[in-house]
């Protein structure tokens, strides 16, 4: 018996959608409804460490400590089955029918987030873009950028666009970039107004996407604001940025609050940091807000308005903390010292 441990851990960024991912064209490859535009958040950070252990029975793995929920525990070792599949190292050949959820070896996955999960920093996007680097290094398994977007796409939607660095359009199958980090300094300022967990997931919320009457008008007009977008990041125009990222934020929750059933992530507060945000914007300061499927506020601002952002922010009642991240690289690979 090979006893043999391949062993990898990987580092990637969460990111933050300007133009929001909402609803798939196929839920199980996660192939989206619409492109979508982020950029990574390089101070918040997420390292995974995979290793494959022919004497394990079964796969173990934990994020900050814990053990996941059976929930998160089958979503991870469905994608290591997935991604074995694309080995060909000799051990785990099953041999004509490669069923690798029964023959691949068991992997020890530790995942640790330098961010608190749960208050609206995708930890999916990070974690399944994490997942994938570090165990496609572990089982040998090479392929291009491109590549390993579209497999981090197939554990969660948003991960593609954590696998290339700085601005990042997704497209279809995988995410690629568009600028690098250094082209626009800006900030994302974090305005966390619940911690509690949400009633209804991402994945799900796709699933019910087509079920509102204002999906159609959202995707209709998706080209257009994806364009502005890209306009806005190339000329570093925050007007532009600001107008079209609001829209679709709220376009989006549109769609969310319309779907059957209905689902209203908004808290009082929210709403509070909503308005302060466009008072400080008419006072002179670029920064807009966008909301992903949660609560919490990302006021997006140029890195010179951070401190009053920051500010003003702190102030608004029902603000239980603020989290601060720049613009970060792309996914990578950490050797091991041995
Ligand atoms: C509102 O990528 O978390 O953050 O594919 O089911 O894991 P799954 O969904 P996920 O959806 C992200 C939704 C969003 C918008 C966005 O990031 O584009």
């Known amino acids: 018996m090979n006893t043999q441990t391949r062993k990898a851990t990987a580092l990637a ?26 950029f990574n958040l390089g101070d918040l950070r997420t390292t995974t460490t995979v290793e494959f252990d022919p004497l394990l029975t079964r796969d173990e793995v934990s994020i900050d400590g814990y053990k996941v929920s059976a929930q998160a525990y089958e979503r991870v070792a469905h994608h ?24 691949r ?13 749960g208050v609206g920093i995708a930890s999916s996007a990070s974690g399944f873009a994490a997942l994938t680097l570090a165990a496609c290094a572990a089982l040998g398994i090479k392929k291009s950028e491109s590549e390993l977007s579209g497999l981090a796409r197939l554990g969660s939607g948003s991960a593609c666009r954590s696998v290339p660095g700085g601005f990042v359009a997704w497209h279809d199958g995988y995410a690629v970039s568009i600028a690098p980090p250094a082209h626009w300094p800006l900030m994302d300022v974090i305005a966390v107004v619940s911690r509690a967990h949400k009633a209804v997931g991402s994945t799900e919320g796709h699933a019910m996407a087509d079920n509102s009457p204002l999906q159609a008008a959202r995707l209709s007009d998706t080209q257009r604001r994806i364009r502005q977008c890209e306009e806005a990041i190339a ?16 376009l989006m929750h549109g769609v969310i609050m319309t779907s059957q059933p209905s689902v209203l992530y908004w808290e009082p507060a929210t709403l509070s940091v909503m308005r302060a945000v466009r008072e400080l914007r008419e006072d002179g300061l670029p920064v807009a807000f966008s909301i992903d499927a949660g609560p919490n506020v990302h006021c997006i601002c140029e890195a010179h308005a951070l401190k009053q952002v920051k500010q003003a922010i702190r102030q608004i009642e029902g603000v239980l903390e603020v989290i601060e991240s720049g613009v970060g690289g792309p996914a990578t690979v950490i050797p091991h010292q041995s």
């Open 80 to 103: 290591l089955d997935r991604l074995a599949d694309y080995s060909d190292i000799a051990e785990i050949d099953c041999g004509e029918r490669r069923d690798m959820s029964e023959c």
């Open 235 to 250: 000329n570093t125009n925050f007007t532009l940025l600001a107008e079209v990222i609001e829209q679709d934020a709220l």
């Open 105 to 117: 070896p068991r992997a020890r996955v530790i995942s640790n987030n330098t961010f608190p999960m």
């Open 13 to 38: 960024f969460p990111n933050i959608a300007l133009i929001k991912y909402w609803g798939n064209r196929d839920q199980s490859l996660r192939l989206p409804s619409n492109d979508s535009l982020s």
